[in-house]
């Protein structure tokens, strides 16, 4: 897979990379919308990816990126310091500056980026998280994974401007084959958990860029003011997530709509995300299944960020008899996750077929196993 970015940066820049790095989309299994709220998360990293391969710029140009992807092919050129291109490349110019923060790594050179991914854009498996971590990875290879994820993170929420948690870039550097992990967003701890079931991915091919920006920008407005009034109640109250479980009656009093049903299914995500954890390390499939169905549930109902198209698909797998299903991401639109057993031939055809009856169209439906995280390329 490295090989379309390496071409075209010998193809552009008329010179071989000097090194190359890949980094891979996700899926988040469970735990939604609470990362920036303090609570843990469970993703898998999946095999699609984007890779970067890098050199350096011509000599005098200092400071000047030159960017080209596959997908758009025409090179922007920036002097990354002072200005932030409209769209991908935007991403690229915020990991150099957080490198450069991080006591210049690198050097303030001028440096050529190509890109390649055969990852959606747009459909909810974190595009934008493998870019920004596969180029931090190929800029600074000797960083451990975790600083990887920090200055992808803070690329993507402090420069581009998405106000999203750290979940995406966290599993994009440190995702293991055939494991999820389970990464609490509050004191960063990180637990990989044997992952080989079976789990497919369908694609509503509804597109969710502006939608969920504007709604990940809301939620977070949302929960944010959730916290400032629960701090009445207990004073010491940092993150949403750390609310204490069997104290939902009291938050139900102390908060009105929509508020109040935003937290509740912040707090109880975190209950059910931990539980899950737990019952994927024993094995129970089964139980495990039913909170994935549940998340699912809270997702539509109180925090209010699914879509027709992803209901469609939940209740159909449902019907069909999956173990689990439910929107991944960010939401509103985008994709869903269903968790079939080993001979389950039927919960693919019969999602389809309900889909189709609804829309007119299919939805590609994928098989998705627990892959890599960002690791270097052989150029
Ligand atoms: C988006 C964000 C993540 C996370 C999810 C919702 O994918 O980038 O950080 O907040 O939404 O769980």
């Given at each position: 897979m490295p090989r379309p970015a390496i071409d075209l940066f010998h193809e552009t820049f008329g010179s071989p990379p000097r090194a190359a790095a890949s980094a891979p989309g996700r899926v988040n299994l469970i735990g939604e919308h609470t990362d920036y709220n303090g609570g843990p998360v469970l993703p898998i990293a999946i095999a699609q990816r984007t890779t970067a391969a890098i050199g350096p710029g011509a000599a005098g140009e200092s400071g000047v990126l030159e960017a080209v992807s596959t997908r758009y092919r025409n090179v922007v050129r920036i002097k990354w310091q002072e200005e932030l291109p409209k769209g991908w490349a935007a991403y690229v110019a915020g990991v150099l500056r957080e490198l450069w923060a991080l006591e210049g790594v690198p050097p303030d050179g001028a440096v050529r980026v190509a890109i390649a991914s055969d990852l959606p854009v747009g459909a909810g498996l974190s595009s934008s998280a493998a870019l920004a971590v596969a180029a931090a990875k190929a800029l600074a290879?000797?960083?451990k994974p975790r600083q990887i994820a920090g200055v992808a993170f803070r690329a993507e929420h402090d420069h581009v401007g998405v106000r999203c948690g750290v979940m995406d870039q966290t599993i994009a550097a440190l995702g293991k084959r055939d494991h999820a992990l389970l990464f609490?967003?509050?004191?960063l701890a990180a637990t990989q958990i044997p992952f080989g079931a079976r789990l497919l991915l369908v694609d509503t091919g509804k597109r969710h860029d502006l939608s969920a920006g504007k709604g990940l920008n809301e939620r977070r407005a949302e929960c944010e003011e959730a916290v400032k009034r629960l701090k009445v109640e207990l004073p010491e109250l940092r993150w949403l997530a750390s609310w204490p479980a069997e104290w939902l009656p009291r938050l139900k009093r102390a908060l009105g709509e929509p508020l109040r049903s935003r937290a509740v299914h912040v707090v109880s995500e975190t209950a059910r995300t931990r539980f899950a954890a737990q019952l994927l390390q024993q094995g129970k499939l089964k139980q495990f299944g039913k909170l994935l169905y549940e998340s699912h549930e809270s997702c539509r109902r109180l925090y209010e960020c699914s879509s027709p198209e992803l209901d469609t698909v939940v209740a159909a797998a449902k019907r069909a008899g999956a173990l689990g299903a439910r929107l991944t991401g960010?939401?509103?639109?985008g994709a869903a996750i269903v968790l079939v057993g080993?001979?389950?031939?039927e919960t693919a055809p019969a999602i389809q077929r309900a889909f189709e009856r609804a829309y007119g169209r299919t939805a590609p439906i994928s098989e998705v196993q627990a892959s890599a995280g960002a690791h270097t390329e052989r150029v």
């Open positions: 290879p000797s960083l609490e967003c509050a004191s960010a939401g509103w639109g080993k001979n389950d031939n």
